[in-house]
């Protein structure tokens, strides 16, 4: 019944501009908390950036200051602004959703109950 849609990775370079995206169907967003996470082959899933609609953000040290999140449309589209990307960048990114509960825990993935498909991002020097 939740539908979570990304796109927007590829292959770039650093220091470029790059936006992600994602669509979020089957239910309204407009309370809920949305983020991303990343993940690189044999290691957790990590938090990026958490958007707690229409007006809170919360990133990750790593991000914080280079990337940044938004929500269009009611909340029902989430984006992650990347700029000065660095290689360390690269990894599947995923959209995620909190839907039916309310959490304060934005970083942490067991509170996340919808997740997208996730896209790649690689970042070449």
């Known amino acids: 019944q939740v539908q979570l849609i990304e796109s927007g990775g590829g292959l770039v370079q650093a220091g470029g501009f790059l936006r992600l995206s994602c669509a979020a169907s089957?239910?309204?967003?407009?309370?809920?908390?949305m983020g991303w996470f990343r993940q690189v082959p044999g290691k957790e899933r990590d938090f990026v950036a958490a958007?707690?609609?229409?007006?809170?953000?919360f990133y990750s040290d790593s991000v914080k200051g280079r990337f940044t999140i938004s929500r269009t449309n009611g909340g029902t589209m989430v984006f992650l602004q990347m700029n000065s990307r660095q290689p360390a960048d690269t990894a599947v990114y995923y959209c995620?959703?909190?839907?039916?509960?309310?959490?304060?825990?934005?970083?942490?993935?067991?509170?996340?109950?919808?997740w997208g498909q996730g896209t790649q991002v690689t970042v070449s020097s």
């Open positions: 995620a959703a909190v839907w039916g509960r309310s959490t304060s825990r934005y970083d942490v993935r067991g509170e996340y109950n919808y």
């Open positions: 958007s707690r609609w229409p007006s809170s953000t």
């Open positions: 089957g239910r309204t967003f407009s309370t809920s908390v």
